[in-house]
């Protein structure tokens, strides 16, 4: 049974950084693509950053393109997302998860790993 666990999440100011981690036990998922999503209150879930198998290939939703990195240690079976530049609007639970293959997908009904989520809350 494949566990993913978020950390990383709390209150930043606007403008400012966090960084969350996902990492998974249970077996390894060095071959399998890794995402990031959120949601807010009221919302449904979006993407938000995805990861191939080896960490070569990365795909960010417009709204954090140029904020947000995700970045992988396949070594530590660890998905990152570096958040910079937050503001209010990045308010929300984010999950990280995985999809069966090595490949980016960015519809949640691709995925078929997922954490609990990590509370992330700007202040303006």
């Known amino acids: 049974q494949v566990q993913l666990v978020e950390s990383g999440g709390g209150l930043v100011q606007a403008g400012g950084s966090l960084r969350l981690s996902c990492a998974a036990s249970g077996r390894t998922l060095s071959t399998n693509a890794r995402g990031w999503f959120r949601q807010a209150p009221g919302k449904e879930r979006d993407f938000v950053a995805a990861?191939?198998?080896?960490?070569?290939?990365?795909y960010y939703a417009d709204p954090v393109k140029g904020r947000f990195t995700i970045s992988r240690d396949n070594a530590k079976n660890t998905v990152y997302l570096e958040m910079n530049s937050l503001n209010p609007e990045d308010t929300a639970v984010y999950y990280c998860a995985a999809v069966p293959g090595p490949s980016i997908r960015t519809m949640t009904s691709d995925y078929i790993y997922w954490g609990q989520g990590t509370q992330v809350t700007v202040s303006s």
């Open positions: 990861i191939n198998w080896n960490g070569c290939s990365t």
